[in-house]
T-cell receptor
Framework: AQRVTQPEKLLSVFKGAPVELKCNYS??????LFWYVQYSRQRLQLLLR??SRESIKGFTADLNKGETSFHLKKPFAQEEDSAMYYC??????????FGTGTRLKVLA | DVKVTQSSRYLVKRTGEKVFLECVQD?????MFWYRQDPGLGLRLIYF???????EKGDIPEGYSVSREKKERFSLILESASTNQTSMYLC???????????FGPGTRLTVT
């Protein structure tokens, strides 16, 4: 079955601490994976996709096919990183499978 | 800059009413989507449309229908609203050659 699991509903960290938002997927093919972010009162927007291998707002995510994971990381959290984060698996052209989301709270 | 707009930010309807949620995109995207967003459940796909007059059921189509008469507009219809349809509804669009979806601001629907 195709599935995305984000095990943490809420993650609280202090400003300046490292952040890791977990995402595990279940998919038999070669996955296309994204991270989307939703800041308070803003629309859902793309943060990064695995194929680009770039860092956006200090965040990176590495695809680990052996562990079927696509964890989102940032070495030093900022208060403006507080948001809802969704991991998404795209098994086909039209189909998105979203995880249940993790709310990140960065404490001052 | 891609713009996806939704007709209402907040909507309150009564049980049994017919409800229309409208979504318009201005980037000539072929594909459009309707999701509902619920705490702890993430985003779930209700319906999508890969082109004008084309539609496909998503994961939770029961109680909903859609209409795509023009390329830029995708409507979600609740034929007879029920309290369990109280939710945040998100519309999205994308180019058929791309994976990236662009989302609207959402409509928070409350059915009383």
């Amino acid at each position: 079955a195709q599935r995305v699991t984000q095990p943490e509903k809420l993650l609280s960290v202090f400003k300046g601490a490292p952040v890791e938002l977990k995402c595990n997927y279940s998919y038999s093919g070669s996955p296309e994976l994204f991270w989307y972010v939703q800041y308070s009162r803003q629309r859902l927007q793309l943060l990064l996709r695995h194929i680009s291998r770039e860092s956006i707002k200090g965040f990176t995510a590495d695809l680990n096919k052996g562990e079927t994971s696509f964890h989102l990381k940032k070495p030093f959290a900022q208060e403006e990183d507080s948001a809802m984060y969704y991991c998404a698996l795209i098994p086909g052209t039209y189909k998105y499978i979203f995880g249940t989301g993790t709310r990140l709270k960065v404490l001052a | 800059d891609v713009k996806v707009t939704q007709s209402s930010r907040y909507l309150v309807k009564r049980t049994g009413e017919k409800v229309f949620l409208e979504c318009v995109q201005d980037m000539d995207h072929e594909n459009m989507f309707w999701y509902r967003q619920d705490p702890g459940l993430g985003l779930r796909l209700i319906y999508f449309s890969y082109d004008v007059k084309m539609k496909e059921k998503g994961d939770i189509p029961e109680g909903y229908s859609v209409s795509r008469e023009k390329k830029e507009r995708f409507s979600l219809i609740l034929e007879s609203a029920s309290t369990n349809q109280t939710s945040m509804y998100l519309c999205a669009s994308k180019d058929r050659r791309s994976y990236e979806q662009y989302f609207g601001p959402g409509t928070r629907l409350t059915v009383t």
